[in-house]
């Protein structure tokens, strides 16, 4: 059943009420006119005997009964303001015609209005979600160019670790293939010549046996740590060492000089004496 049809039924049922209310009162106003027109019959009557006893005069010792008789008038009514009750059932039902024109109009306004409302509501909602559907595109596409710029710098570490790598184990192959060729080549020398070491030769010996490789490319940061503090106890061993080496060449030095010194004192004594030859018995 629409909303149209409900409130239809409605009128319906309050006009038949106030049909029923108009008839009541109908009922009642005739009700009221009937006992008015028996009281002013019995008044009359009344009057007239009033008058036919105080023709009769009491005799003596006779008391006179006194009637009590109520002031009721009924309720007139001017003829030119009679009640039209048709009329006023008839006003009555354009009001009420009217007032059920007003809520359904009014009724009906508002359900436009929510309409209205529920359809803006709607296209909130779209927009809505439209806009997260935006954004949640715009994030992933976001996303993937973070994880493809991870990829690429992933992978340009790994290059360029392996590249290293590479490198590394290319010198170490060469360091190795030089000090091969140098081994021979020192045995070979010593074969054929038989020839001391240089100075020279000795010192690139030294350093090679002293050189180790870093290889610090795949070590994390405690591995790190560790190797540095590994290196800078190595530096201190090596300063001491080669402080320890400075003073004992001071002391070398200075014990050389100290050698130099006596054997050319040494010189000039025996120079000295050979200079003096026997001539003769005597000494020249």
């Not at 306004?109 to 359809?119: A, D, F, I, P, Q």
């Not at 909602?125 to 160019?145: G, L, T």
Request: glycine letters at 6%.
């Amino acid at each position: 059943m629409s909303d149209t049809e409900e409130v239809t039924e409605e009128y319906e049922q309050e006009q038949e009420g106030q049909e029923e209310q108009v008839e009541e009162a109908e009922e009642e106003e005739e009700s009221k006119e009937t006992p008015a027109e028996e009281q002013e019959d019995e008044t009359k009557a009344a009057g007239e005997g009033g008058e036919g006893d105080r023709e009769q005069e009491p005799g003596e010792g006779e008391v006179s009964p006194s009637v009590f008789m109520p002031n009721l008038v009924p309720p007139k009514i001017p003829d030119g303001e009679r009640l039209d009750f048709d009329d006023i059932h008839r006003k009555r039902m354009e009001k009420d015609l009217n007032e059920l024109q007003a809520l359904i109009e009014a009724h009906f306004e508002s359900r436009k209005k929510e309409e209205e409302e529920l359809l803006s509501l709607k296209d909130r909602i779209e927009q809505r979600r439209a806009e997260r559907a935006e954004q949640q595109r715009i994030r992933s596409e976001r996303e993937k160019e973070r994880q493809a710029r991870m990829a690429e710098e992933r992978a340009r570490k790994e290059e360029e670790e392996a590249r290293k790598r590479a490198e590394e184990e290319a010198r170490k192959k060469k360091a190795f293939s030089n000090m091969l060729h140098f081994g021979g080549y020192m045995q070979k020398s010593e074969k054929k010549g038989g020839k001391k070491q240089t100075e020279r030769e000795k010192k690139k010996k030294i350093l090679s046996e002293r050189r180790k490789p870093l290889n610090i490319d795949h070590l994390s940061e405690d591995k790190l740590r560790d190797k540095a503090k590994e290196l800078w106890q190595n530096i201190h061993d090596l300063e001491a060492e080669k402080f320890d080496l400075q003073e004992k060449f001071k002391r070398q030095k200075y014990e050389i000089n100290v050698l130099r010194n006596r054997i050319s004192d040494h010189q000039k004594v025996s120079k000295g004496a050979r200079g003096k030859t026997m001539v003769g018995s005597r000494w020249k």
